[in-house]
């Protein structure tokens, strides 16, 4: 059948399995928008008011669900207010297809209205990008882009349609089965989750000398750490039989939170800047350490030279690049984490380290609880109320107190910005979330962020999207005033947030229910009413403005050299 280019992206994203994209309009994409409102019925459109917040949407969607998201925007300054979406994106390796319009072709190279070299500007932080230029190649360019978006490391690709392929018109035939994409295939057979048949087994045969180094490694080792990444989302029970079988405790990177039980003996917490005292002193103490789906951060290693200095280091990664980039290994293994944790622990020998293990444990933090209104009771409160719930982050001292204090027990129930670190990322990612689960979503957030996507309180007001927003609100840039105490001589130069809006009044004029709470016992009371409304709420925590994130190692330091305990 004859389709035009705007109607062939539509039939396609439907092919792909896609329900809702997140996007907001212009005058290049109306073609997409005009087969959007013919098909409403078998696509739903999440209109934001902004176009970043539709890619954090679209990112946090993919986050909390595994499927890829979808957003859509115009030309120009429509494709450049999703630099940061994408950039975020990429840095998280979530899959996101980026969809942007363009001028008509003829008009391009010329200056014209609205008109951006998106290509050129996302190159950087993409896996991969297309310019479509003929409506014929416009199918096989999606399912490309969709196929791309999640083998391998996962991450962001764009495809921008100039309009006059939007129009143009030619024959579409639907995929039969599932799309075959010719002439591609991933870098690496094990870097799939599908079932390779015979690929697998000649990746087995391949890989199997590594593999039986590592054996050797792993038991000549008396300390041995698991050290779990993002990479693990999809692997949390083979990451969890190995630590059983390895008898080696697990310490994670913020974005492998929820890999491992927080209440398991072996789970150590996260690793870091602000990671707890028994994952960072485990870290340096440890004979062997194997790294699975990490990249080495900085803000993971401190000071690289005096990085785990006693450790043997095992790096299991599905990108070649992150293989010695940052860390040197004794030993790496390039495939999925899923598929290589299984067959490490298929050959291993069960090990016992019952010692270290107590050792390592004995070191974790134990609380007092107390009714201090502050950020850790809070998030101990919240936990109580809202369990596993999907929890969503911005960025600063809020998204460390949340990562420190609320015991995420299940992959993808933590959504934040790890890599980027992208203030106003918390409430669009929450509301994709949200739409992909079909389920509330508690959004932790500081007043400096929540600044920066408070208009989403319209997207989700309207679209019912129940996000309870819970607002730690201390009157700064709470994180950035932290340094300031600690580094600079206390110049509290631009931190300090003495002005509107009056987050409840703001509440009001959306629509939306608000509390503003001084005590646990307000918190408690306010949380469980947000929990039964079933729609967006804001509960405001009012705290101190010196407030710190504890604990803390000073950028460039060891480790376990902590300057605030």
């Known amino acids: 059948m004859k389709l035009c280019g705007a109607a062939i992206l539509i039939e396609c994203l439907i092919e792909q399995g896609v329900q809702t994209l997140f996007g907001f309009p212009g005058g290049a994409v109306l073609p997409i928008y005009d087969e959007l409102y013919k098909r409403e019925d078998r696509i739903s459109h999440i209109l934001t008011a902004h176009e970043q917040h539709a890619g954090h949407a679209a990112d946090g969607y993919a986050r909390a669900t595994g499927r890829t998201g979808v957003c859509l925007a115009t030309s120009g300054p ?58 014929r190649k416009l199918a096989q360019t999606v399912r490309e882009a969709f196929f791309i978006a999640k083998s391998g490391r996962p991450g962001p690709v764009l495809i921008d349609i100039p309009k006059d392929v ?53 038991q000549a080792a008396q300390r041995p750490l698991i050290y779990a990444g993002g990479g693990v989302t999809d692997a949390a029970s083979e990451l969890k039989a190995l630590s059983e079988r390895m008898d080696a405790p697990v310490a994670n990177t913020l974005m492998g939170l929820g890999t491992i039980d927080p209440q398991s003996p072996m789970s150590l917490g996260m690793v870091g800047m602000h990671g707890t005292h028994a994952a960072n002193i485990a870290m340096q ?43 040197s290994t004794t030993l790496h293994i390039t495939g999925h984490a899923r598929v290589v944790l299984e067959l490490l622990c298929e050959r291993l020998p069960a090990q016992h380290h019952a010692d270290w293990v107590r050792q390592a444990g004995s070191m974790r933090e134990n609380y007092l609880q107390n009714d201090l209104f502050e950020p850790r009771n809070v998030l101990h409160a919240l936990h109580e109320a809202a369990g596993d719930m999907t929890v969503a982050t911005d960025v600063g001292q809020h998204q460390m107190w949340t990562a420190q204090h609320f015991p995420f027990s299940r992959p993808r129930q933590l959504i934040t910005s790890g890599g980027l670190g992208t203030m106003g990322f918390g409430f669009g990612a929450a509301i994709g979330a949200s739409v992909g689960t079909g389920k509330p979503v508690v959004l932790v957030t500081g007043d400096g962020s929540f600044r920066m996507n408070l208009t989403e309180l319209s997207t989700a007001q309207h679209y019912g999207v129940p996000v309870i927003i819970v607002l730690f609100n201390n009157g700064t840039l709470g994180m950035v005033r932290q340094w300031q105490t600690l580094f600079f001589s206390k110049h509290y130069s631009q931190t300090t947030l003495d002005r509107g809006p009056d ?63």
């Not at 101190?544 to 994130?549: A, K, L, N």
Request: aromatic share 8%; charged share 20%.
């Open 78 to 135: 429509g494709a450049t207010n999703l630099v940061t979406a994408i950039a975020t994106a990429y840095m998280d390796s979530s899959p996101v297809v980026f969809l942007t319009g363009n001028v008509p072709q003829q008009l391009m190279g010329t200056d014209s209205f609205q008109e951006a070299d998106i290509l050129g500007i996302t190159m950087s932080i993409t896996k991969h990008s297309w310019l479509v230029t003929d409506v």
């Open 503 to 565: 987050f409840m009044k703001l509440a009001e004029a959306y629509g939306l229910a608000g509390w503003r709470v001084q005590t646990l016992d307000a918190f408690r009371q306010a949380i469980a009413q947000a929990l039964d409304a079933g729609r967006p709420c804001i509960v405001e925590c009012m705290l101190g403005i010196d407030e710190m994130v504890a604990p803390m190692v000073a950028p460039g330091a060891p480790i376990d050299s902590f300057c605030l305990n």
């Open 285 to 327: 103490r440890c004979d062997l350490l194997l790294a699975v789906g990490v990249r080495f951060s900085d803000r993971a290693l401190g000071n690289a030279e005096a990085f785990a200095p006693g450790a043997k280091v095992i790096h299991i990664d599905l990108d070649r690049a992150e293989i010695n980039k940052n860390v």
């Open 166 to 218: 939007q129009i143009a018109e030619c024959e579409y035939e639907p995929a039969s089965g599932q799309a075959l994409i010719p002439n591609y295939s991933p870098d690496h057979p094990a870097l799939q989750l599908q079932p390779y048949g015979k690929q697998l087994e000649e990746y087995k045969r391949r890989v199997t000398p590594y593999l039986e180094r590592a054996c050797e490694l792993i």
